[in-house]
């Protein structure tokens, strides 16, 4: 790195003045993986895949208002509903193939983040840092370097080879061609001078510049770049040393997913969402020198778990995960050192938002209601369980069903839970997508559930609807439903059906669901249960009919 003291001069200078104060705020969970960019490909699909973090509001031509509209955020200051993000890493294995190179703490590659770094570094003695304005988006790096061209831009972009407690060794503008035990830590500052003007520009940098000077990180902001605002730093530590034993040839085997072997094109993007009021007031009243976001009054925070629980479905039709034959979109990988080529690539159009739940009305007589969260010490439905490494969705419905159970829930891709009420404190939240993004066992496109979220099925009653995100009426079912798998009860064997004036609780008090079936759909209602007869019992008025429906320990 051509200015590798960046942190140790900067832990010196603030332990001799508070003036250099930053907060840093850890993106757990990162919101979405695919190919979307709003900066540069706003409203299509973008020429390659990005880890996204920051605030749910984010789409594919995402406003401000948008994003202050989020229900929550995949980093920790509620009040900052930004987004963040930096092109996936790959390990490109010998025979050509890829794959996604995990965040470190992240083996399974389903949630990491990053860090983001809000820096205060005056130019001079009590320069007033500004916040960004509402609309304010800005890139950093350039996608298609191939070699370290000297300027400030160039210089911004930077690698940690971290060794695990052995000495140090210094930063690099480029990826390094040797293992890093602790894992590469990609670093990437942007430009923190303003010219006051343009919220963004046709190529998202020329309304903003470095310092004037050799150096990306302190000094005066440029006469036509007067705004000097806080300076964002970003820090993704990559888990490449799983891959120690798989490196061949001379050269190093990871590249970005815009074809970059190299480094030199690593770049991100920031799309304000910041309620600019609480930043500017955390600006000017958070001087400590520690980083310590939670010591900072001006915000609040929220929780890992809520952290993690921000996350979007993808809404670009391919496949990020696992081994590729080829990076998505069209990015061979360019050496360099000229610039990267643009490719030409078919136009790939934006599709639904991909659902995390299987569609069991009208098969099953169950919906969707959402993904809810767990705590191992206290579950959250405690009734009944079991666990299969050939787990899926519908048979831990058939379990949970065959048992009378009302609630059925799938989790880390292999246990099933059941219950007849779901607690408040665990139901999914409105708005929030929620982390079951585990494959589940026995059908790796289903989900199931995830660590600490629970995928939450129920049994229908009057009328069924899955939870889609966003919210969509055309899951919904609002004609009477009857489970055909006709499930056992908890009084004697027998099922009641009910028409919507009269409950089953009528018959059997301690049967807590409710079966309203229209009086003509009784006969093909039983027609599902093999051995059931039916009796008519007196009718209390002559509007109400009750039916009885008796069977051989089938029901």
């Given at each position: 790195m051509?200015?590798?003291?960046?942190?140790?001069?900067?832990?010196?200078?603030?332990?001799?003045?508070?003036?250099?104060?930053?907060?840093?705020?850890?993106?757990?969970?990162?919101?979405?993986r695919e190919r979307l960019d709003p900066v540069v490909s706003p409203g299509v699909v973008s020429g390659h895949v990005h880890t996204i973090s920051g605030g749910s509001g984010f789409a594919p031509n995402i406003t401000y208002q948008q994003a202050r509209a989020s229900k929550c955020s995949s980093c920790q200051i509620k009040e900052d509903l930004s987004n963040y993000w930096t092109p996936q890493l790959y390990f490109q294995a010998q025979n050509g193939s890829f794959i996604p190179v995990p965040v470190a703490g992240d083996g399974s590659d389903l949630n990491g983040g990053m860090i983001v770094y809000y820096l205060q570094r005056p130019g001079k003695q009590g320069e007033k840092l500004k916040t960004f304005p509402e609309g304010f988006r800005m890139l950093a790096g350039d996608t298609f370097k191939r070699n370290f061209t000297g300027d400030l831009a160039a210089k911004a972009v930077t690698f940690n080879c971290l060794q695990n407690g052995s000495p140090p060794l210094p930063e690099t503008n480029a990826l390094p061609n040797y293992n890093c035990p602790g894992g590469l830590r990609a670093q990437l500052f942007f430009p923190s001078c303003w010219n006051g003007r343009d919220l963004d520009t046709p190529d998202h940098r020329s309304h903003v510049s470095y310092f004037n000077g050799t150096e990306y990180n302190s000094g005066l902001c440029p006469s036509n770049f007067p705004i000097h605002m806080v300076s964002i730093f970003f820090e993704v530590l990559y888990d490449t040393n799983r891959f120690k034993d798989m490196w061949y040839g001379n050269q190093?085997?990871?590249?970005?997913?815009?074809?970059?072997?190299?480094?030199?094109?690593?770049?991100?993007?920031?799309?304000?969402?910041?309620?600019?009021?609480?930043?500017?007031?955390?600006?000017?009243?958070?001087n400590a020198n520690n980083g310590d976001v939670s010591a900072c009054s001006a915000v609040t925070m929220f929780s890992v778990d809520e952290c993690n629980a921000c996350k979007l479905p993808t809404v670009v039709a391919e496949n990020t995960d696992g081994w590729q034959r080829s990076l998505p979109g069209c990015n061979p990988v360019q050496n360099g050192p000229a610039y990267a080529s643009r490719v030409p690539c078919p136009v790939t159009p934006l599709s639904d938002p991909k659902k995390n739940y299987v569609d069991l009305i009208r098969s099953k007589g169950w919906e969707y209601t959402g993904c809810g969260t767990d705590n191992i010490q206290m579950r959250t439905f405690t009734l009944k369980s079991t666990s299969s490494n050939t787990m899926t969705v519908e048979s831990c419905i058939d379990f949970c069903s065959s048992a009378g159970y009302t609630y059925?829930?799938?989790?880390?891709?292999?246990?099933?839970?059941?219950?007849?009420s779901l607690p408040a404190s665990r139901a999914p939240k409105d708005g929030i997508y929620g982390g079951c993004n585990f494959p589940c066992a026995g059908n790796s496109s289903q989900s199931c559930g995830g660590s600490g979220f629970i995928s939450i099925y129920h049994r229908c009653t009057t009328s069924c609807k899955n939870t889609d995100f966003p919210p969509t009426s055309s899951s919904s079912s609002t004609a009477p439903v009857a489970s055909p798998s006709c499930p056992k009860n908890n009084c004697n064997n027998q099922i009641f059906v009910s028409t919507a004036s009269v409950p089953a609780?009528?018959?059997?008090?301690?049967?807590?669901?409710?079966?309203?079936?229209?009086?003509?759909?009784?006969?093909?209602?039983?027609?599902?249960?093999?051995?059931?007869?039916?009796?008519?019992?007196?009718?209390?008025?002559?509007?109400?009919?009750?039916?009885?429906?008796?069977?051989?320990?089938?029901?």
């Amino acid at each position: 790195m051509h200015s590798s003291t960046f942190f140790f001069a900067l832990g010196l200078a603030w332990t001799i003045t508070p003036i250099w104060a930053y907060l840093r705020m850890s993106c757990p969970g990162r919101l979405v993986r695919e190919r979307l960019d709003p900066v540069v490909s706003p409203g299509v699909v973008s020429g390659h895949v990005h880890t996204i973090s920051g605030g749910s509001g984010f789409a594919p031509n995402i406003t401000y208002q948008q994003a202050r509209a989020s229900k929550c955020s995949s980093c920790q200051i509620k009040e900052d509903l930004s987004n963040y993000w930096t092109p996936q890493l790959y390990f490109q294995a010998q025979n050509g193939s890829f794959i996604p190179v995990p965040v470190a703490g992240d083996g399974s590659d389903l949630n990491g983040g990053m860090i983001v770094y809000y820096l205060q570094r005056p130019g001079k003695q009590g320069e007033k840092l500004k916040t960004f304005p509402e609309g304010f988006r800005m890139l950093a790096g350039d996608t298609f370097k191939r070699n370290f061209t000297g300027d400030l831009a160039a210089k911004a972009v930077t690698f940690n080879c971290l060794q695990n407690g052995s000495p140090p060794l210094p930063e690099t503008n480029a990826l390094p061609n040797y293992n890093c035990p602790g894992g590469l830590r990609a670093q990437l500052f942007f430009p923190s001078c303003w010219n006051g003007r343009d919220l963004d520009t046709p190529d998202h940098r020329s309304h903003v510049s470095y310092f004037n000077g050799t150096e990306y990180n302190s000094g005066l902001c440029p006469s036509n770049f007067p705004i000097h605002m806080v300076s964002i730093f970003f820090e993704v530590l990559y888990d490449t040393n799983r891959f120690k034993d798989m490196w061949y040839g001379n050269q190093q085997p990871f590249v970005f997913a815009n074809g970059d072997p190299t480094g030199y094109g690593f770049h991100g993007d920031f799309v304000n969402g910041w309620d600019t009021n609480v930043l500017q007031n955390a600006i000017d009243n958070c001087n400590a020198n520690n980083g310590d976001v939670s010591a900072c009054s001006a915000v609040t925070m929220f929780s890992v778990d809520e952290c993690n629980a921000c996350k979007l479905p993808t809404v670009v039709a391919e496949n990020t995960d696992g081994w590729q034959r080829s990076l998505p979109g069209c990015n061979p990988v360019q050496n360099g050192p000229a610039y990267a080529s643009r490719v030409p690539c078919p136009v790939t159009p934006l599709s639904d938002p991909k659902k995390n739940y299987v569609d069991l009305i009208r098969s099953k007589g169950w919906e969707y209601t959402g993904c809810g969260t767990d705590n191992i010490q206290m579950r959250t439905f405690t009734l009944k369980s079991t666990s299969s490494n050939t787990m899926t969705v519908e048979s831990c419905i058939d379990f949970c069903s065959s048992a009378g159970y009302t609630y059925a829930g799938v989790e880390y891709s292999a246990e099933c839970y059941c219950d007849n009420s779901l607690p408040a404190s665990r139901a999914p939240k409105d708005g929030i997508y929620g982390g079951c993004n585990f494959p589940c066992a026995g059908n790796s496109s289903q989900s199931c559930g995830g660590s600490g979220f629970i995928s939450i099925y129920h049994r229908c009653t009057t009328s069924c609807k899955n939870t889609d995100f966003p919210p969509t009426s055309s899951s919904s079912s609002t004609a009477p439903v009857a489970s055909p798998s006709c499930p056992k009860n908890n009084c004697n064997n027998q099922i009641f059906v009910s028409t919507a004036s009269v409950p089953a609780q009528t018959f059997c008090p301690t049967y807590t669901a409710t079966w309203n079936v229209a009086a003509s759909a009784i006969p093909s209602y039983l027609g599902n249960c093999s051995g059931d007869s039916v009796k008519n019992t007196a009718a209390p008025t002559t509007t109400t009919t009750r039916v009885k429906a008796l069977s051989a320990g089938t029901v």
